[in-house]
Nanobody, 125 residues
């Protein structure tokens, strides 16, 4: 079972930035598409972003578009989620996950087969 390990969360103030990292074994992110989901308190798992594929740009949830950026460093086998202009409603447990290339465009959590344990980001109001 592939292990995805998230890091970088914590408590941040409204308007601040934080960068989450997701590290995986070698070749994981070259053979699958990495993405991020989140689960806010009392809510279900919500799609946040997924890397682009071929000529397609990354996809983002409307709630984070323009504020969050997903990127990757293949040499470090790491995917990042840069989160800017944070709001209290961004408070959630953030998960790194991977999906197959054939499912690019899907924002359904059921299409992502490998998951990390999650990392908490808290933005107090």
């Amino acid at each position: 079972q592939v292990q995805l390990v998230e890091s970088g969360g914590g408590v941040v103030q409204v308007g601040d930035s934080v960068r989450l990292s997701c590290t995986a074994p070698v070749h994981t992110f070259s053979s699958s598409l990495p993405g991020w989901f989140r689960r806010a308190p009392g809510k279900g798992r919500e799609f946040v972003a997924v890397m682009g594929w071929r000529d397609a740009s990354p996809l983002y949830a409307d709630s984070v578009k323009g504020r969050f950026t997903i990127s990757r460093d293949n040499a470090k086998n790491t995917v990042y989620l840069q989160m800017n202009s944070l709001k209290p409603e961004d408070t959630a447990l953030y998960y790194c996950a991977t999906t197959s290339f054939s499912k690019f465009g899907s924002m359904a959590s059921s299409d992502f087969g490998t998951w990390g344990q999650g990392i908490q980001v808290t933005v107090p109001s």
